[in-house]
């Protein structure tokens, strides 16, 4: 309690009887209270808030000229490496993303270029969302039991969980693609068919 | 037939100077602001996949302005309503007629003061202009049937004549100090130098106490945070909430106008105007000794540059005040006026007549 000033003390004990029942416990917060609010007088040059001002300005002021000086090396094509801001230009330069950041799913493919899905369901049975619908046909090669003749995920439903990704055993879903942007003027546009997914 | 061409020319050379910059600063304010804050600022209209900067938002803006709505709305009283812009506009841009931008210039024999109107009562003008400035406010609030402008026009009104008084009393110690109210002959006389020559007599050396409040009272007058209780965009929209289109253009235009005015102002009053320091009418005199002649050109030049390069000093230092300061509550605004800045003033004044008295 160093810089509590007797004025002070004296605020304090306008608040409560110095004599009544549990006063020293009483004191003994509010002194506690007014330690925690790290409160104390302004001198008078303080009082005039220039200093304050001044170190505000000067702060600001910092700033400016540093990122002003980088903005000209910048355009000299000198020190790209050192950002003059930290806001990024979206549409241009979009902001890095997380490695395992799930995003808008694929549809990944065979060394032939054919879906590498073989309609198991297993994806549109565990999303939790319903927004998988998948429509199956035999395929041609015997050894492939079946394929996706339709593959429908309405991106207006899903919830981007992944599960379809955990579920898949052919690791023929993924969420990699790293596109957030994704709007249409439509509904029925945000359902994504078999061959919008495989382009990727 | 010569002396109105001239004067004719400097005047609509000032004017369009003034246009210039306050419509520049409408991109200056944006751009400083955003590296203030580690942003880019405005950069995304382009004429043919040119960016320039930015620069082309201050055109972007002017087109949008003009090709909105003019609205008016019901029960305002529209006579006053479509004038109180203009008032606002007009009276900051007549300042500029008294404010000498460069010193003598000879032609054909002919000396021409750099100045659109060479008035005695130079300062005296100013002021006078700049208080009638406070009608565009009042009226506007007064006239748009909306309480909320009201409220600004009234809140405009009390803050302008409050700090109207202590920029007053601020530069009459200015002007004790070099005994003239007429722009030009203030300017000549700060081309004295005190200390042996080295350091020139301009008014921010001669009247420090004064410079300050003077800066305090400018920031106020032009009507922008940490003073912009008439506009108060967070509580009332202020006195134009109910202009539209290229009225409200006028208001935004009147109030970088009136940046640009004070900071003029404030560089003939406090930095010397244009003077450059050491340069004389015939050159350079340096105090370690040195001796370099120049011709009249060349040292006009140098003075309109050095006022210029003065008024953009003082411009950029009322936009780093304005991104860096929070608002005053009113009545916090109304204790600095009242009861800080015109005592201060008034002490100043009192000071600065002693001193007079005791160095004659």
């Known amino acids: ?200 | 037939m010569n002396d109105v061409l001239i004067k004719f020319i400097l005047s609509a050379g000032t004017l369009l100077i003034v246009f210039g910059i306050a419509g520049l600063l409408t991109w200056v304010e944006r751009k400083q602001s955003a590296l203030m804050q580690d942003r880019i600022g405005a950069n995304r209209a382009t004429i043919f996949g040119f960016k320039a900067m930015g620069l082309f938002h201050i055109f972007a803006d002017v087109l949008k302005m003009l090709s909105k709505e003019e609205f008016i709305p019901e029960g305002a009283n529209k006579f006053l309503f479509n004038l109180a812009p203009y008032l606002s506009i007009t009276f900051a841009l007549v300042g500029f007629a008294a404010i000498p931008i460069g010193g003598e210039l000879v032609l054909n024999g002919h000396a021409i003061q750099l100045q659109a109107a060479n008035l005695n009562i130079a300062l005296i003008y100013i002021f006078a202009m700049m208080s009638m400035g406070i009608y565009g406010v009042v009226l506007a609030g007064f006239s748009s049937n909306n309480n909320y402008a009201f409220l600004g026009g009234i809140r405009g009104a009390a803050q302008m004549i409050s700090y109207e008084i202590t920029m007053a009393a601020a530069i009459t110690g200015v002007i004790m100090v070099f005994n003239t109210l007429d722009l030009q002959m203030l300017d000549r006389a700060q081309g004295a130098y005190m200390f042996g020559g080295w350091i020139p007599k301009w008014g921010v050396f001669v009247q420090p106490l004064s410079f300050l409040l003077f800066l305090t009272a400018a920031a106020a007058e032009t009507k922008r945070i940490p003073f912009d209780l008439p506009e108060g965009e967070s509580e009332i929209i202020g006195y134009f909430v109910e202009y539209s289109g290229m009225k409200f253009g006028m208001f935004f235009m009147a109030d970088l106008v009136e940046t640009v005015l004070v900071a003029a102002l404030m560089t003939t009053l406090f930095l010397g105007g244009w003077q450059v320091p050491y340069l004389h009418p015939d050159g350079f005199y340096f105090p370690w000794g040195g001796h370099m002649a120049l011709s009249n050109l060349p040292v006009v030049i140098l003075g309109v540059l050095s006022f210029f390069i003065k008024v953009s000093f003082f411009i950029w230092t009322l936009m780093a005040v304005r991104w860096t300061f929070p608002r005053f509550r009113y009545d916090q605004l109304m204790n600095l006026g009242w009861k800080i800045l015109l005592p201060a003033s008034l002490v100043n004044i009192a000071i600065t007549a002693v001193v007079i008295i005791f160095l004659r």
């Open chain 1, 1 to 200: 309690m160093g810089n509590m000033t007797e004025k002070r003390r004296l605020e304090l004990e306008k608040y409560f009887d110095p004599k009544g029942s549990f006063a020293s416990l009483r004191m003994a917060q509010m002194k506690r209270a007014w330690k925690q609010s790290n409160r104390r007088e302004l001198n008078w040059l303080e009082n005039t808030y220039i200093p304050t001002l001044m170190e505000g300005l000067w702060l600001t002021s910092k700033h400016f000229f540093y990122n002003l000086t980088f903005h000209v090396f910048h355009l000299f094509g000198l020190y790209k490496e050192i950002p003059a801001a930290v806001t990024y230009q979206y549409p241009e330069k979009p902001r890095p993303l997380a490695l395992r950041l799930r995003t808008r799913h694929r549809l990944t493919k065979r060394e032939d270029g054919s879906v590498r899905c073989v309609a198991c369901m297993m994806c549109e049975t565990i999303c939790p969302a319903r927004c998988i619908e998948i429509t199956a046909a035999e395929h041609p090669d015997p050894n492939i039991e079946k394929y996706p003749f339709e593959f429908n995920i309405d991106l207006g439903k899903c919830v981007y969980c992944g599960f379809c990704v955990e579920a898949c055993p052919e690791d023929a879903i993924r969420m990699d693609t790293n596109k957030l942007d994704i709007a249409e003027y439509t509904r029925q546009n945000m359902i994504y068919n078999k061959k919008r997914l495989m382009e990727g």
